[in-house]
């Protein structure tokens, strides 16, 4: 009671303007709000339900929410997360299949004994029952072009006007959940698979602050920019992972995003496997071990 005192006492010498950013800072509205005392109770109870909010939330256990109109999946060790992992799935598929990772890592790793957050997102475009898309994507298209062009020129000059809003969208949610836990977004890493690691890699690259680390799953040179972008996040760290007999996204690609991200002064840890496009049993070990690296 005493800090809510405090803390009415503070917000009672701002601005009408301010007290209207803090509450758009935290996503709440302000509609309704007649008087500036009206401002005032509205953040401090947004505020209080935050840290209701915080309390009931189960350790070491997988469960889902709401988090800035994104459906996720999230699995945390402390309610003071000292890291935040952002998982992003593939085409065509949905959160519930990369949740998994989280589990694994936190239940079963290493880094189950540190202070982590894993928050598996859903993408937001429906293509059908249980599948989700980050942008549109015409794979039939892509495959004409490979054709045409061979695999270096597969995603030369495609990267879709949706791509920007769906990352401007997720930072929002990144961004949210950073102030949350009251952490810089140097403590976030960015994980993805397949078209969720093109997200991943997308943000990583033009994150305000340098991330913890990047993490790629079947991955590719999916935009032009990304030669230039990598430059300013020199010696960012980079897990990758392909598979030799990926026929989805093929292996080439992922050679190529990896000789783009090292000429620009990241370090790539690339690991190459004998299978098709997936994430390998030693592709979550080697996660498990750079989280863990990460304390």
């Known amino acids: 009671k ?21 509450l758009k800072e935290m996503n709440v509205s302000s509609s309704g709000c007649i008087e500036k005392k009206d401002l005032i109770e509205r953040i401090l109870k947004a505020r209080t339900d935050l840290e209701e909010k915080k309390k009931n939330i189960p350790l070491k256990k997988r469960y889902q929410e709401k988090i800035n109109g994104f459906d996720v999946y999230a699995i945390q060790t402390d309610p003071k997360p000292e890291l935040l992992v952002f998982v992003f799935h593939g085409f065509g598929a949905n959160a519930a299949n990369l949740a998994d990772i989280g589990d694994a890592v936190i239940q079963q790793g290493k880094v ?7 928050v598996t997102v859903e993408a937001p475009i429906e293509l059908g029952p249980e599948s989700y898309a980050w942008w549109p994507l015409d794979l039939q298209e892509l495959f004409q072009k490979m054709m045409i062009t061979g695999v270096e020129g597969l995603f030369k000059g495609s990267k879709p006007k949706e791509m920007d809003s769906t990352v401007a969208a997720v930072r929002k949610l990144i961004d949210s959940e950073a102030k949350r836990f009251g952490l810089p977004l140097s403590k976030v890493i960015y994980c993805g698979f397949s078209q969720g690691s093109w997200l991943a890699t997308q943000l990583a690259l033009t ?3 340098m991330p913890s680390a990047l993490v790629a799953f079947s991955s590719a040179l999916y935009c032009d920019e990304w030669k230039e972008k990598a430059v300013e996040k020199k010696g960012l760290k980079v897990l990758q992972f392909h598979g030799k007999a990926d026929f989805v996204l093929p292996f080439q690609q992922g050679q190529m995003l990896k000789d783009c991200l090292e000429k620009a002064g990241c370090t790539v840890d690339f690991n190459s496997f004998q299978g098709a496009h997936t994430i390998p049993e030693e592709g979550v070990m080697k996660l498990d ?6 304390f």
């Open 289 to 294: 071990e750079l989280l863990v690296s990460l």
């Open 207 to 209: 994150a305000k602050e």
């Open 2 to 22: 005493e800090s809510i005192f405090i803390m009415a006492e503070e917000l009672s010498s701002k601005r009408v303007g301010e007290l209207k950013a803090i």
């Open 112 to 118: 189950g004994s540190k202070k982590i957050r894993i």
